[in-house]
């Protein structure tokens, strides 16, 4: 019975392979559809660029001078360890600007694109890499006008991607596990560098070259985020993204608004000469509590007078509110108080406020509310 016994043992072993052939085949099929189902689980966050230190680059890691946006998207993605396991990320590229030139035409652009892609189900956040210079406004711009509640973080560096400690990379990861996270839903447009998580409305740059450059001075950081793992200290307390009544649904360009320093004994036909350019509106500058010298002041009442013009009292200093009726009544010289936006954000609320026809009686209420 030798031979029958052969087979016997033949088959066996074949069976045996067989078997561990169909476990193995298993294991595989189990590897990848758990690796499948990460991948699906995983939140979807695009990154759309637009340029700045994040993306530059400099002769040497040791040297201050670098050119702004040289760095494209995918170059940046790559460049930061574990951001894979945070996301499914994907990038485009919007702009490849230093954000001194940044414009009503990239922004637009820019709060289009966000609102289509939020539009779908596929895109749960979005992070905007940013030059530092005007990030703060481009945030509150996008704060205004972007209709959702899915995060949209806009992060940048203060240091080129090519210099020694280049902060860009934990920042852009921080930036992504932020819009990745339910808990950031909600909260409008956020500012994130070095670790914080600022609400675009209250940030400023207050620093030309520190790395805790942005701060929100009179309220305070939104939150904060340590190698993605994040938290938040308060809510934001002012209309934004779905409450806001603001819309750039078919607006091609915005009116002129210009901004105005004031100084001691500054030139008194300023105002004149910004109306005379073609401004629609016009935001001072002023000194301490959103003053400026009697000869500005009753430029300002002409200019809505005689041309419609709108003046809105902002501040040189670097934090506080502008109080309407402080000094004098506002409604004497047809004037807005900026409450506690700063010039540039104040320009933004006046543009986009004229864009959509707003007059000068409802305006003090969007500027204490916006
Ligand atoms: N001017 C550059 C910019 O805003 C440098 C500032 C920066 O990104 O840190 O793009």
Redesign the pocket.
Same mark, same amino acid.
């Given at each position: 019975m030798i031979f029958p016994k052969a087979i016997e043992n033949t088959n066996s072993f074949i069976m045996k392979l067989f078997n561990i052939k169909i476990k193995a085949f298993l294991i595989v099929v189990v590897i990848t559809a758990i690796g499948f189902a990460q991948d699906i689980d995983l939140p979807n966050v695009k990154i759309l660029a637009t340029?700045?230190?994040?993306a +530059?680059s400099a002769a040497s890691a040791t040297s201050g001078s670098y050119e702004?946006?040289q760095i494209g998207i995918q170059t940046m993605i790559n460049a930061v360890p574990g951001i894979k396991k945070l996301a499914d990320v994907s990038g485009e590229q919007v702009a490849n600007?230093?954000?001194?030139d940044m414009t009503v035409e990239i922004w637009l652009k820019l709060a289009n694109r966000i609102n289509e892609l939020l539009a779908s189900d596929d895109v749960d956040g979005i992070v905007v890499t940013?030059?530092?210079?005007?990030?703060e406004e481009t945030a509150y711009f996008l704060s205004l006008v972007v209709k959702s509640d899915k995060p949209v973080v806009t992060t +940048?560096?203060?240091r080129s991607s090519t210099s020694i400690s280049a902060e860009g990379p934990l920042n852009l990861y921080n930036a992504v596990a932020i819009a990745s996270n339910p808990e950031a839903k909600g909260k409008g447009v956020m500012v994130s560098l070095n670790d914080q998580i600022h609400a675009a409305r209250d940030v400023s740059k207050m620093n030309t070259t520190n790395v805790n450059s942005f701060q929100s001075p009179i309220k305070g950081m939104l939150g904060g985020v340590f190698y993605g793992r994040l938290g938040f200290f308060r809510e934001p307390n002012t209309k934004f993204g779905n409450t806001s009544k603001f819309s750039i649904t078919g607006v091609k360009k915005l009116p002129r608004v210009d901004i105005i320093y004031a100084y001691a004994d500054m030139a008194p036909d300023l105002i004149d000469m910004h109306v005379k350019a073609g401004a629609k509106g016009i935001v001072i500058a002023g000194v301490g509590n959103g003053n400026m010298t009697d000869a500005i002041l009753n430029a300002a009442k002409k200019a809505y007078e005689d041309h419609g013009v709108i003046v809105v009292r902002s501040t040189r200093a670097a934090t506080g509110w502008v109080l309407r009726d402080n000094e004098f009544k506002d409604k004497d010289y047809h004037t807005v108080a900026s409450g506690d936006l700063n010039p540039a954000k104040a320009r933004i609320l006046l543009m986009l406020a004229l864009s959509m026809g707003e007059k000068l009686n409802d305006m003090q209420e969007l500027f204490y509310t916006y």
């Open positions: 340029g700045g230190t994040i +530059g702004a946006g600007v230093g954000s001194q940013h030059g530092t210079d005007t990030q +940048g560096s203060m």
